[in-house]
């Protein structure tokens, strides 16, 4: 048994309209061909605007999506394609699934960001259901899912982690907003008794792609009753608050000398 528990969107076949100007082609002194990858084009292709901006949403529909047992399927990988390229070939490669769906990725560039939530996650919802045709699910908790993502109106915003001063007069909160094109964490400290936000402060706005945003996602804890500290996942930036007084961030590097 396993847990679906994660989804990804790819233009597929990788864009190749686009990303071909990514791919530089050579031979070395035997004539064997040496692919190498332009970085620099790579990261203002469609392909790679896709891939970093579908994370909003599906990353909010993992995380509203109850468990949700399968045979053997831990993640359903979508690749977007024009009609031209659509086929209907289902592929497991372990406890992965990827499933074709057409996409109109011509027009997803031309629309708002806020309608490009709105076609991620209509694309998204397609692709899974193709899989629970394909399975014989319950089509209801996903249903349930893709609702409450429009009723939060297509907002990722979540608290990280929450915890009270030692005396229990303030409670501090890690606060992520996921957008389409940005991930911020802010630090908020609330007086509990008044129920007032004293101090809310932005720490970092980071590319959406969980490889970029996930190692400043770290530890919280007080070091006093009105001192908050917080750490990204390897301590190589350390934020200090005082409840009613200024911030503090102290780099790694910084320490050590």
Not at 104 to 125: A, G, P, T
Not at 198 to 210: A, F, G, S, T, Y
């Amino acid at each position: 048994m396993a847990y679906l528990r994660s989804f990804i969107l790819e233009l597929y076949p990788n864009d190749i309209n686009h990303i071909n100007n990514t791919v530089v082609i050579s031979k070395s002194k035997d004539e064997k061909e040496i692919v190498e990858i332009d970085y620099d084009n790579l990261y203002q292709s469609r392909w790679f605007t896709f891939n970093n901006e579908t994370r909003c949403i599906a990353s909010l529909y993992s995380r509203l999506l109850p468990k949700f047992k399968t045979d053997n399927i831990q993640r359903i990988i979508i690749e977007c394609v024009e009609d031209k390229l659509k086929t209907t070939d289902i592929r497991q490669v372990d406890k992965y699934i990827h499933v074709q769906v057409e996409f109109d990725s011509y027009k997803y560039f031309s629309v708002s960001k806020h309608e490009r939530k709105k076609m991620i996650l209509n694309v998204l919802q397609r692709g899974i259901y193709l899989m629970a045709n394909e399975n014989n699910w319950d089509k209801q908790i996903f249903q349930d899912t893709y609702q409450k993502i429009i009723d939060l109106d297509y907002q990722n915003t979540y608290i990280y982690k929450r915890k009270r001063s030692p005396n229990r007069q303030y409670i501090c909160s890690i606060i992520c907003k996921h957008e389409i094109s940005y991930f911020d964490i802010y630090l908020e400290i609330k007086n509990i008794k008044e129920d007032k936000v004293i101090r809310k402060e932005r720490l970092v706005r980071k590319d959406p792609h969980e490889l970029i945003y996930s190692m400043y996602l770290g530890n919280l804890y007080w070091k006093a009753n009105h001192k908050v500290i917080y750490t990204d996942e390897f301590c190589k930036n350390v934020w200090t608050f005082l409840v009613h007084g200024s911030t503090v961030l102290t780099h790694k590097e910084d320490t050590v000398r």
